[in-house]
Structures are given as structure tokens and as C-alpha cells.
């Protein structure tokens, strides 16, 4: 019987880890052609990868005069394209990511208006400044792109000095719209302590410069007459000393640069069609819309706020969202009146499913009427789970083809503020070449009624009776089990038990640091499955699966750094590991593959052969170029899986994120063989465990001259040196003096490296 042994990896092991490992470049391309059905319906942007956040903004991105779809979520500068394949009244807007790569990096906001009137959409972000304006053009593709214009200073303000940016508070959403009615757009965000708003004025008009200008002065510290504190309603008839503003910008020389904090999403738009500009204005400290009416043209004068309602209702709906609402006055059912878009400006802390409010205008554009259409717009339409989304390949249904389950941190529920946790089971029913898939239920086996703290998916035969079970990582750390209770392991898989906490082999909860992410894999090659959990440092927690008794598990605690492999290795204290081992190519070759907190997907080989001593070798840290644009964001929360979906040989890759969305690539190039080179060719050792000695089958007679055995223990210390005798293939090598525990072997063969482990066994 194997002796059961706690290995420490304290000691990085200097071994070979080959140089024979090319780059393989952009092995997958993102595809959204995979067809996903539900109920009979197409999910139309099934992997668009979620929303949970959204900002719209509408723009021709492809030039073939039809308005697009924008939509950009702060919390990671994603920005989503959606190209619309309708008619004018008519829209159909489908998920091309494509457009997306034109886009600069953009912070905290964005805009799309033409200030320049040239017929292609200009990009206004915050930057570092408040205000930073992007120029759009069609390249030769017709495809809208940007290049950089200026950030946004003004010099007018006596009480300063130089030039000073506009402000726009970090995490606002600001208002670009003509507020003075002179033909140039202006610029209207509340700074400071974000009780005022500003308004910089446009003088592009005023100073007769040419249309692609944009020249700023600040016009009003308190523009709209009106004070917001921390509750809803506002402070009217608020008088601001504006003496110290020039009409004029002032001298220029120097800057300044000023940083506040953010908390308000004012939405300017004419409600009542008497030509001034209302807001709907959200803020960070409550749920609501306040509708405030600007009775500038009662008196003819300034901007001044006359009326609020704290609780905004349009035709019997009031406008609300779980936290932090922000309003988008865009024309998106393209039918040439501005309807509205409401959304939570709160990332990952509010609505995550029902975040995407559509109120259809039903009046005119001079006079809108909004009535209300879905609270799930375009997200109906989309594979979303809520939030973090961990996608498993597994053949439920024994037809030979790999069905996707998708476990997920939760949707929000409003009543309790909690989250609601399930598995999302989608049947394959593609066929060669036409990869599809059917949603059966968002709650596999009632889970959601156990209210589980985020739920990720691993399922392997954990308890050595040859079934698969259904293993699930928790936000605690933490990891429950489902024994498969079916007839044989040929059979479906029948986890009709209550789920339980997995344990150890000393009856002591299987833990990890948090975010667990199960994988289920005979690592140590001794035909065995063990127990991988990816977690929230980043690491890979390793329990060896001792059992030798059919349907008991036997799980004892190893390391927490298997392989000292690390998702986002330059984060020492995060990295949201999500592993997966297996094929990802055409080629044979099984790879360890970990998503992350960034979003990059890591990739590593060196642990064939049983290989649980030395380090593994890093291949890629942002494999095929997946989210390595914006790596540096730090919660993403990337989680791969793989499979041949529809059997035509090419892999298709599907990554879970933070929105509870997937996104899906497809291998578009085939890797050869040198390309797929192994770095550490395994070695047959037997027997294996052994008593007194093992013999090594070197696979072919040696010829080489520069040869040698190297066993290492634990702890990284050469233990055993032996020759290879020249014009031999097996090899023995007596291990007597070796004490009871689990041993490394590296073969060296001129200029070739091999690897395995054995276990010495009590004699």
C-alpha cells in the first residue's frame, strides 16, 4: 500500500525545462457564429461576455450609414461593438468585437458625439484630466477609428493659475451636449466635492475658429442654480459667486492638474420640449433618478433648476436601479427619437442581470414620452450568469460530445442584496462543422435553492470507483461534492445527493484561500485522480489522492504551490487561478492552462509524467493574445475551458469573466509539430510504487555518451546518482536505501531530458 506522504516544495528544483517550446502566436481568434439556443430562441449575442455596468453610446462604426452600438463598462475599459445588420426603424444589433480594437484606451467614461460636424463620431473620455478628446475618421476599411486631439484646459478663472483642467470626478459619467443652443458642444460635470456642477463653455462659435476646434472656457461654478448633497433631493436656487471668470480664456502658461472624487451620472435632455436642458441625475449614494426642470426659458436667463422629483416616474414606471443610476438619451431603436438607456454605474456591488433598462420613446424627439420596454436589454439576448462566469466541458449525456456547464458567482437578488448561485447546463448539438448548443435550465439540480457563495465547476471521479462526481469551489475557499450514484461509470451521471463539504484524509475541510476553482486530474501519474484547486492568490493547491479503496476519496494536503506556477505573478497577493488541463490544439500535447484576475490566460507544460517536484515552465503569460490589451486591469477574472465542440479537430477555447458572460475562440491555426515540441518526455519507471529497486525503460538502446540518472527528493535534494551504461535501454537502479516517500527522476540523454516520478514504498 502507498505510503501517504505531505511533500513541502520549498526548494525550486534547477532542471531542464526545455528550449525546444516556440511561441505559437494567435493560435485562436474570438468567434461569435457558434449558435445557442433557449426555449426555441436564438441567444443572438449568446457570447458577448456579459454586461453588468454598461454605458451606450450609438456611432456608424462600419460607415454603411446605419447607427451601431457602443457600449463600455468602466470597471475594466471594455469597450463591446455591436454592428447593426437592420434597417432604419429596425435595428439588429449582433456582437462584433472586431470594431472594438479601433478603440483607444478609455477611462472612467464614453462619449461618442461629433463635435466637428464631419459625419464620423469623436470619443470623449476622462484621461487623466476630466476631458480628453478622441478624433474620429474611417480608415481604408471603413471602419471608424481615433487618433488623439487634446485634453481640455481653461485659464480663465482669475482665482487660479495657468491652465487648469476641466473636471470631470473620477467615476462620473459628465454631460457633452450644446447647452447655450450656439451650434459647438460643451461640457457640463460635477467637480470638487460634487455638491456643483460645471459648465465649461465651448467658444469655438464665439472665437470664429474652425470646426474641427475645441477651445474651453469655465462659464458657471453652479450651473443649473442648484446644490447635490448626499441625499436625493437637491438644494434649488443655489447662488454661486462667478466674479473671478473671465469672458475671455486668460493668459496660458503652466498647468495645473486636479484630482477629485467622483459619485454623480447627470443625464441632460429637454423632457418638457420647452428648448432648455433638463437632468436626470444619479448619484452613487442612492437608487433613483431625479428629475430636475430647468425653468431657464421661463425667465429667460441662466440655467436654473425650478422643480425636482426624487423618485422619477415615467407613463406609471418609476426609474430606479439597485445603486448608482446613470441615464443615456440615444436614439437605440434607430427610429430618429432619443430613447432611454438606464443602467447601474456601481460595478459588481448591484444588479447584475436585470442592469440594462430600456424605456422606448413614444412621443416625439422634441417632446419625449418614455415608456418602459425590458430591464433586460440586449442582456436577454446574451449567455449571462450575473457575475464571474466558470465554464466546464463535460459529456452529461454520454453522445460523445462535450456540453458546456457554467458555474458563476450569482445574479443579484434585490429584495435580499444577496447573490444567487447556480449552474447553467447547455446540451451540444452541434454536428461536424456547425458547432451549437441548447440551454436546458440556469439551475442545474435546484442548486440556487442551497443559496451557495459563488459556485465553479470541477467534475472527475474523485472517490476511485471509476464515476464522475460533480466537485464545486466556493468564494470561501472552500470545495463541495456531489457523489455520481449512477449504475456504471458508462451511464449518466446520476448527482441527485445533496451536495457536501469535500474533506480531507484527517476529516478536516478541504480548503484554499478563497475562490476555489476544482480540477480534477491524476497528476502524480499513479493512476489516481488528485485534487487541483486554483484560488484567489493565484497558485495551485495540490491534494494527492491517496485511496486505494473503490468509492473512497483519500485526499491528503501536499502544497499550495504546485509547480510554483502563478497566475498574475506579479501580484504576490492575487491572481484568481483557474486551471484546466488537457488538449487545446490539434496536436496531442496536454497543457496546464490557468485563467486569471487580469483576464490573461497563462499557459505551462512540464508537469507530464507525474511531475509534482520541480517548477513547470511558463510558456505564455497572455496566450494568443486574449485580453493581453488591457492585462493590466485586475478583475477580469478570466476562466478557460476547452474542448473539440463540434469534431472537426480545431479546439474552440470558451473564457468565463466577471460579468457572468463567455466569450468564445475558435482555433484558427493549425500548430505543427515543432511548434508542439515536449520540453519533458516522460519515462516509464516500474514497478511503480517499489520495494528494492526500479527499473527505467529509456525507451531505446543508449548510444550517447553524456548520460546520467538524477533522483531528487521531496525537498528538492539529489538523493541517488546514477550512470546509463552505453548500448543499454532499461535501467536498475536499487532504491533499498531510499526512505518511504514519493521521488523525482530526471534522465539525462546527450542533449535530451526525460522525467517521472516513482513511489518507495515501506518494505
Not at 64 to 85: E, H, M, P, R, W
Not at 384 to 395: C, E, H, I, Q, V
Not at 519 to 537: E, P, R, S, W
Not at 738 to 744: S, T
Amino acid at each position: 500500500m502507498k505510503t501517504k506522504i505531505i511533500i513541502t516544495l520549498s526548494i525550486l528544483f534547477c532542471c531542464y525545462n526545455g528550449a525546444n517550446a516556440q511561441f505559437q502566436g494567435k493560435v485562436y481568434e474570438e468567434d461569435t457564429s457558434v449558435s445557442v439556443f433557449s426555449g426555441g430562441v436564438e441567444k443572438t449575442l449568446a457570447w458577448c461576455g456579459g454586461l453588468n455596468n454598461p454605458q451606450y453610446s450609438i456611432a456608424d462604426l462600419n460607415n454603411d450609414g446605419l447607427n451601431d452600438l457602443v457600449i463600455f463598462q468602466a470597471d475594466q475599459s471594455s469597450v463591446k461593438t455591436f454592428i447593426n445588420y437592420g434597417t432604419s426603424g429596425a435595428p439588429k444589433y449582433l456582437y462584433r468585437p472586431r470594431y472594438a480594437e479601433n478603440f483607444p484606451y478609455c477611462s472612467f467614461y464614453l462619449i461618442m458625439r461629433d463635435y466637428n460636424g464631419d459625419g464620423a463620431m469623436d470619443l470623449f473620455e476622462s484621461g487623466r484630466t476630466g476631458y480628453t478628446i478622441h478624433r474620429g475618421y474611417y480608415n481604408a476599411a471603413n471602419e471608424l477609428c481615433f487618433t488623439f486631439y487634446k485634453s481640455l484646459f481653461y485659464s480663465n478663472d482669475k482665482l487660479t493659475t495657468g491652465l487648469v483642467n476641466a473636471e470631470a470626478n473620477p467615476g462620473d459619467i459628465p454631460a457633452i451636449v450644446d447647452v447655450d443652443g450656439d451650434g459647438d458642444l460643451d461640457f457640463l460635470g460635477y467637480y470638487g466635492d460634487g455638491f456643483y456642477m460645471n459648465w465649461y463653455q465651448n467658444l469655438q462659435v464665439e472665437d470664429g475658429l474652425p470646426k474641427d476646434s475645441v477651445r474651453i472656457r469655465l462659464a458657471d461654478k453652479c450651473w443649473g442654480k442648484m446644490k447635490q448633497a448626499y441625499i436625493r433631493s437637491h438644494d434649488l436656487g443655489v447662488y454661486c459667486d462667478n466674479s473671478s471668470l473671465l469672458k475671455t480664456t486668460g493668459p496660458i502658461s503652466g498647468s495645473t492638474l486636479k484630482t477629485t472624487d467622483g459619485g454623480n451620472t447627470p443625464c441632460l435632455l429637454d423632457i418638457d420640449g420647452d428648448n432648455d436642458y433638463d437632468v436626470l441625475d444619479g448619484h452613487r449614494a442612492f437608487n433613483y433618478l431625479v428629475y430636475l426642470r430647468n425653468g431657464k426659458s421661463l425667465g429667460g436667463g441662466r440655467d436654473s433648476m425650478v422643480y425636482q422629483d426624487t423618485a422619477w416616474t415615467t407613463l406609471g414606471d418609476t426609474v430606479k436601479i439597485a445603486q448608482w443610476a446613470a441615464a443615456f438619451h440615444l436614439d437605440v431603436d434607430d427610429d430618429g427619437k432619443r430613447d432611454l438607456l438606464v443602467a447601474p454605474n456601481s460595478p459588481n456591488t448591484s444588479e447584475n442581470y436585470k442592469c440594462s433598462q430600456f424605456y422606448k420613446n413614444i412621443g416625439t424627439d422634441k417632446i419625449p414620452s418614455f415608456k418602459f420596454q425590458s430591464d433586460t436589454f440586449l442582456v436577454s439576448d446574451a449567455i449571462d450568469l450575473g457575475t464571474n462566469a466558470y465554464p466546464f466541458f463535460y459529456d452529461y449525456d454520454r453522445d460523445g460530445k462535450p456540453d458546456l456547464f457554467v458555474g458563476n458567482r450569482g445574479y443579484y437578488e434585490a429584495s435580499t442584496g444577496q447573490f444567487l448561485t447556480g449552474i447553467m447546463y447547455m446540451r451540444n448539438t452541434s454536428t461536424t462543422g456547425n458547432p451549437s448548443f441548447e440551454v436546458v435550465t440556469k439551475d442545474f439540480l435546484g442548486l440556487a435553492a442551497l443559496r451557495l457563495k459563488g459556485l465553479s465547476i470541477g467534475i472527475g471521479d474523485i472517490d476511485n470507483d471509476g464515476k464522475d462526481d460533480l466537485l464545486m469551489g466556493h468564494l470561501n475557499g472552500k470545495v463541495s461534492f456531489i457523489k455520481n450514484i449512477a449504475a456504471t461509470a458508462a451511464a449518466m451521471p446520476n448527482w441527485s445527493n445533496s451536495p457536501t463539504l469535500l474533506k480531507d484524509a484527517t476529516g478536516i475541510d478541504v480548503q484554499t484561500n478563497g475562490f476555489a476553482v476544482p480540477l480534477v486530474f491524476d497528476i502524480d501519474a499513479d493512476g489516481v485522480k488528485d485534487l487541483l484547486i486554483g484560488d484567489q492568490m493565484g497558485s495551485l493547491f495540490y491534494y494527492k489522492n491517496t485511496s486505494t479503496t473503490v468509492g473512497i476519496h483519500q485526499l491528503v494536503y501536499t502544497n499550495d504551490k504546485l509547480g510554483f506556477v502563478k497566475s498574475d505573478p506579479e501580484k504576490i497577493a492575487s491572481g484568481h487561478s483557474t486551471p484546466f488541463i488537457g488538449r487545446m490544439d490539434n496536436t496531442s500535447k496536454e497543457y496546464l492552462v490557468m485563467g486569471s484576475r487580469s483576464g490573461r490566460i497563462f499557459r505551462y507544460t512540464g508537469f507530464e509524467g507525474g511531475n509534482v517536484f520541480s517548477a513547470y515552465t511558463r510558456l505564455d503569460s497572455a496566450y494568443s493574445f486574449i485580453f493581453s490589451k488591457n492585462a493590466e486591469y485586475t478583475s477580469y477574472m478570466s476562466a478557460p475551458a476547452i474542448a473539440d465542440i463540434d469534431g472537426d479537430g480545431k479546439y474552440e477555447m470558451v473564457v468565463g469573466n466577471v460579468y457572468g458572460g463567455l466569450l468564445m475562440y475558435k482555433q484558427n491555426k493549425t500548430i505543427s509539430i515543432s511548434e508542439a515540441s515536449i520540453e519533458n518526455e516522460t519515462i516509464k519507471i516500474f514497478p511503480n510504487p517499489a520495494n528494492t529497486k526500479i527499473i527505467i525503460d529509456l525507451k531505446q538502446t543508449n548510444t550517447e555518451k553524456n548520460t546520467s540518472i538524477t533522483i531528487y527528493n521531496s525537498l528538492g535534494q539529489v538523493v541517488k546518482i546514477a550512470p546509463i551504461v552505453h548500448n543499454q535501454r532499461f535501467v536498475t537502479i536499487d532504491i533499498q536505501d531510499l526512505a518511504a516517500a514519493i521521488y523525482y527522476c530526471k534522465v539525462q540523454i546527450g542533449s535530451h531530458f526525460y522525467s517521472s516520478i516513482f513511489v518507495k514504498q515501506n518494505q
